[in-house]
């Protein structure tokens, strides 16, 4: 990670460097200049609800204009939405203002290639020196013929149905009960419309952005309120986004909550049963739940580990030729359809299964076992390397000593956060939490803020 750009792009309080007007117009050049397209082809830039996103995706465009480029402004849509106009509008780049899962004071700036691809870790560095380079402004100065902007007509329904098409047929859903939690955000409209076009009775909650409330108390990060309402409507399903609409959280028809790592499970076992996972393996990250390496290796199918970061699971997929991969947060990648990590099409491969299998999700989620696992999230002052922190590397020693081969731990640093996670694995909640506990207080001792 560089200056700027953390796990998953720019990302910090809004109105506060580095999420500023001037540095998205400073963004905004460098990629103008990175990404020049000889034939004029635009730049697209959607953001979900935050009340932000208005001044930082003008911002953006403006900078963008200010060295010849054209914008074309797809307005609220999830992120894998631009991923996709951009790359069926064969653009210049795509652009996506927003901070995901994260509270809505804060906002962000994730950047597609024109192929719909996220950018490798040398095209943020080359845009991270651009940016940092004081000369930009001075070039723009010599750029007489601006860019211009345009609005994408009907981007969210040309989403909708990029997604009905990778479904098994245009009314699979028909007689199914589905309960969706939109987190007042980028998904409020295109997802209600999307299940209800492929014959499902849908009940939708949390649809109602007003530029404040997107993950407040709702969506993937607190499905609380989704798990209730299930029951409450005797629905087959309950499916919540992120306010950005790249992750999914599953509920079950008994009102329980997946992990990313079951649906993944669950996913993965019914694509293997119809012939269609190729590769043979499923990607997940470096906090996927042991319980999923050992569900795979029962069914016969490669796990590989990645870091943390839909990108580095996309990299290793790439690498390893796996079409499904993801993290245990809800990020997941089906690669025989899109790019980079889609909710809605991960909520629609997971009603596949169900139907496919013809049994309800409180069944098919016990293909895996979930180890009772605790992430404690520390505050931290400073981020040195854990390796260099002798006090911490005896703690996570003594821990895996204790585990002895029947758990894990890891310790890593958030990647858009002053957080350190601690996470440890273990055969019993008591020994996880006893032991997860001991660590992250050596932690807070030696770097707590």
């Keep these: 990670m560089g200056i700027l750009f953390g796990t998953d792009g720019i990302r910090g309080v809004a109105n506060t460097y580095p999420m500023t007007a001037e540095m998205a117009m400073?963004?905004?050049?460098?990629?103008?200049?990175?990404?020049a397209p000889s034939d004029g082809a635009p730049f697209v830039i959607g953001r979900d609800t935050r009340i932000s996103g208005h001044m930082l995706a003008h911002a953006l465009a403006a900078g963008i204009c200010s060295m010849g480029g054209n914008v074309a402004m797809a307005g609220v849509l999830p992120t894998p939405g631009v991923a996709h106009l951009t790359q069926a509008a064969k653009g210049a780049a795509g652009i996506v203002i927003s901070a995901s899962h994260n509270p809505f004071q804060d906002n962000g700036i994730k950047v597609f290639k024109g192929d719909g691809y996220k950018l490798s870790d040398a095209s943020e560095a080359e845009i991270e020196a651009l940016v940092l380079n004081a000369d930009l402004a001075a070039r723009a100065e010599s750029i007489q013929a601006t860019g211009?902007?345009?609005w994408l007509p009907d981007a969210g329904q040309r989403y909708v149905n990029f997604l009905i098409a990778t479904a098994p047929s245009g009314d699979f859903l028909s007689g199914r009960r589905i309960v969706l939690d939109c987190a007042n955000g980028a998904t409020s409209e295109v997802a209600p419309r999307l299940f209800?076009?492929?014959g499902a009775a849908v009940t939708t909650l949390f649809n109602e952005p007003d530029g404040r409330n997107i993950n407040a108390a709702c969506g993937s990060q607190h499905p609380e309120t989704l798990a209730r309402q299930v029951v409450a409507q005797a629905a087959d399903i309950g499916l919540a986004f992120d306010g950005d609409g790249d992750r999914l959280i599953a509920v079950d028809e008994k009102g329980e909550p997946l992990t990313g790592d079951q649906v993944l499970a669950v996913c993965a076992k019914g694509l293997q049963?119809?012939?269609?996972?190729?590769?043979?393996?499923?990607?997940?990250?470096?906090?996927s739940n042991m319980g999923l390496e050992k569900a795979l290796a029962k069914l016969g199918i490669a796990h590989h580990r990645a870091a943390v970061g839909d990108r580095h699971v996309l990299e290793k997929m790439l690498?390893?030729?796996a079409v499904v991969g993801g993290e245990d947060s809800g990020h997941m990648i089906f690669l025989e359809n899109h790019t980079t990590g889609d909710g809605l099409l991960a909520g629609l491969k997971l009603l596949a299964a169900v139907q496919s299998e013809g049994k309800p999700l409180s069944q098919l989620r016990r293909v895996m076992t979930v180890f009772p696992q605790l992430t404690?999230?520390?505050?931290?002052?400073?981020?040195?390397?854990i390796d260099s922190e002798p006090a911490i590397s005896k703690a996570v020693r003594a821990a895996e000593g204790v585990l002895a081969g029947r758990g894990r731990v890891l310790v890593r640093y958030s990647g858009t956060q002053a957080l350190c996670r601690v996470m440890v694995e273990a055969p019993t909640r008591e020994e996880t939490e006893r032991l997860c506990r001991q660590i992250a207080d050596v932690v807070r001792r030696r770097l707590g803020a």
């Design 376 to 385: 404690l999230n520390v505050a931290v002052t400073d981020k040195p390397p």
């Design 26 to 35: 400073t963004v905004g050049r460098a990629l103008a200049v990175l990404f």
């Design 148 to 150: 211009r902007v345009c």
């Design 196 to 198: 209800s076009a492929l």
């Design 319 to 321: 690498a390893c030729g």
């Design 273 to 287: 049963a119809a012939g269609r996972l190729k590769g043979g393996a499923v990607v997940s990250t470096v906090m």
